[in-house]
């Protein structure tokens, strides 16, 4: 098992800053390939960014490249997502979510641990 804890979130303005933080306890996390997802209200489960288990491979949706990014420190056993250049369609529940295939963290379907989520909400 590999349990997941969402931190970060909060309200910002457009064009502002925010980093998540994924930090995982259990099995060991290094092993595991990491995807950020979101979900805004009335909406399905997006994927948002996805990381190998080494760091090596990094994947982003079209409606974020370019301003966010991943990154993870396995000696902290933690993944990031700094998002940059945040804009009110990026409004939703964050989550994390761990699979031991890089290719598989695309889809919600496809992973095997979550974690509870946070909220980011963005102003106009």
């Known amino acids: 098992q590999v349990q997941l804890v969402e931190s970060g979130g909060g309200l910002v303005q457009a064009g502002g800053s925010l980093r998540l933080s994924c930090a995982a306890s259990?099995?060991?996390?290094?092993?595991?390939?990491v995807g950020w997802f979101r979900q805004a209200p009335g909406k399905e489960r997006e994927f948002v960014s996805a990381?190998?288990?080494?760091?090596?491979?990094?994947d982003y949706a079209d409606s974020v490249k370019g301003r966010f990014t991943i990154s993870r420190d396995n000696a902290k056993n933690t993944v990031y997502l700094q998002m940059n250049r945040l804009k009110p369609e990026d409004t939703a529940v964050y989550y994390c979510?761990?699979?031991?295939?890089?290719?598989?963290?695309?889809?919600?379907?496809?992973?095997?641990?979550w974690g509870q989520g946070t909220q980011v909400t963005v102003s106009s």
């Open positions: 259990g099995r060991p996390f290094s092993t595991y390939a």
């Open positions: 990381i190998s288990w080494r760091g090596l491979n990094t």
């Open positions: 979510a761990a699979s031991p295939s890089f290719d598989t963290t695309h889809v919600p379907q496809g992973v095997n641990y």
